[in-house]
């Protein structure tokens, strides 16, 4: 007999269930019913889609007697945020190594991690790479020495028991729609970073909304990268749940043309995405994950890659806060 998700222990992280909004101004542009999930509104640590995952992570890390959590991600990092906001909530410690050089002022996640206490130790972005997992295992090797017990969480809690928190998403879903007595979404769509939410929300459609696709859109790598990454994920996520379901690199439908200029750099169409949304719904987008993700639904609905009439659900991430340190140029050209 298959596995729930309720059947993996669990921390209680989340203001949830989330709403969902209809957009109508957006939708009555677009021709499309677009309807977004409001994950930025999960509440803890400043909300955002990380929650979900790290109710997961975080059960695993306090099992294994955690005392240190280590994780990474880029400058502006929600997971990471989210990371030292858990340890403090659970009494632990909490190292991010982060990709960029040291800034002169705190902004945005940043100026969050540094009020969570957090140990932060900034690498040089070009040498990153090479440098993270090495980075994290010294980290975990002092925590050791000092006897204390490290757990190091993945890049974006990207791991096959971090993408139940969106197994459990597409369940919540389900629920919402059948209650409003809505028909299931044809598309769902959504930021692929690190690939765990996508893995996870793949796996839930799989399960429960079987005739709804799930689009990715990359803000940082290839779609090739991401395909082969996520379908891995989710093969191993479905296993967990005991699922006969195994998912190659071919079915991930991951959209890579809107990344812009790099990972946690703006993008034109992206800041023009959230100028849209702020002034037709009232809703904030982030430059680094939801702007660019709102890009790509407005331009597939343009170039009729998502059919007048269809429904979509977009799956709002969250990641305010790194609004701010992109003021200038999310108002460039925009001051009267």
Known sequence: MALSHEDFARVELGFLPTPIDELPRLSAALGVDVRMKRDDYTGFGGGGNKVRKLEYLLAEARAAGAEVLITTGGHQSNHARMVAAAARRFGLEAVLVLRGNAPQQREGNLLLDELFGATIEYLDPQAYFEQVEPCMQAHAERAREQGKVPFIIPLGGATPLGALGYVRAVAELAEQYARMQWSPPDIVLAPAGSGGTLAGLIVGARLYWPQTKVIGVSVSRDAAWFQSRIAAMASDCAELLEQPLRFAAEEIQVEDGYVGPGYGLPSDDGVEAIHRLAKDEGILLDPVYTGKAMSALIDLCA??????????????????????????????????
């Open 303 to 336: 170039k009729g890659r998502i059919a007048q009439g269809q429904q979509v659900l977009f799956v709002h991430c969250g990641g305010s806060p790194a609004l701010y340190p992109f003021s200038e140029r999310l108002l460039e050209g925009r001051r009267q």
